[in-house]
C-alpha cells in the first residue's frame, strides 16, 4: 500500500523527488519553505534578496535531490536544505556587493530565540549556555554565522555587511570571552 506524502519524512521525499516525483517536492516546499524563509529574514532584511534565494534554493533542490537522496545516511535533508540556502544568500550578497549596493542586513535581536540558539541551549551545559548568553551580541553574531550556519569569515563578513578583519576580530574574540567564562 503507498503511504501519503504527510507520513514521509524529508529525507524520502528527496528520494522521490530525485524519481521526479513533482507531488513530493510539492510537499517538501510546503513543509520547509516557511520555515526556511524566516531563517532567510534573520539574515537579509532584503525582501526581493530573500525570494530570489528560496527560488533559487529549492531550483536547486529539484536538480539536485538524486545526490542528496544517496547520501542522506550521512546527513539530513533539511540540513542539506538550509546550507544550499545559506550559500546562495552568500552568492546573492556577492552579485549585489559586485553592484556596489550593500543590501539591508537586520541587526537586531529577534524577539525569540532562533531554532539553532534553542537547539544548543538544549544540548550544552548551563555555564556555555550562560557564557554565550553573556556575550556582547555583536560578538554572537558572528559566532552564530561562522560556528552555527558553518561560514567562512568571508561569507560572514558578506553576510553581515562588514569588514572580513571586523568578523576575524570578533570571532577571536568571542573564543577568548568564553574560554575566560568556562575556566
Known sequence: MRR?????????????IARGDR???DELYR??????????????????VVAEVLQDTYLAVWR?????????????AVGW??????????D????RARLERVPAVRTFEAVAPAAEEEALAGGMDADL???LLALPAELRQVLRAMVLDGLTARETSLLLGMPEGT??????RARIALREALS
Open 31 to 48: 513543509r520547509t519553505s516557511p520555515w526556511l524563509t524566516v531563517r532567510l529574514r534573520r539574515r537579509c532584511a532584503d525582501e526581493d
Open 23 to 25: 507531488r513530493a517536492f
Open 167 to 172: 568578523v576575524k576580530t570578533r570571532a577571536r
Open 81 to 90: 536544505l538550509w546550507t544550499i540556502a545559506a550559500h546562495r544568500l552568500v
Open 129 to 131: 549556555e550562560r557564557a
Open 92 to 95: 546573492a550578497f556577492r552579485r
Open 64 to 76: 539536485s535531490a538524486g545526490s542528496q537522496a544517496h547520501a542522506s545516511a550521512g546527513g539530513s
Open 4 to 16: 501519503s506524502l504527510d507520513e514521509l519524512d524529508e529525507g524520502e521525499l528527496l528520494r522521490r
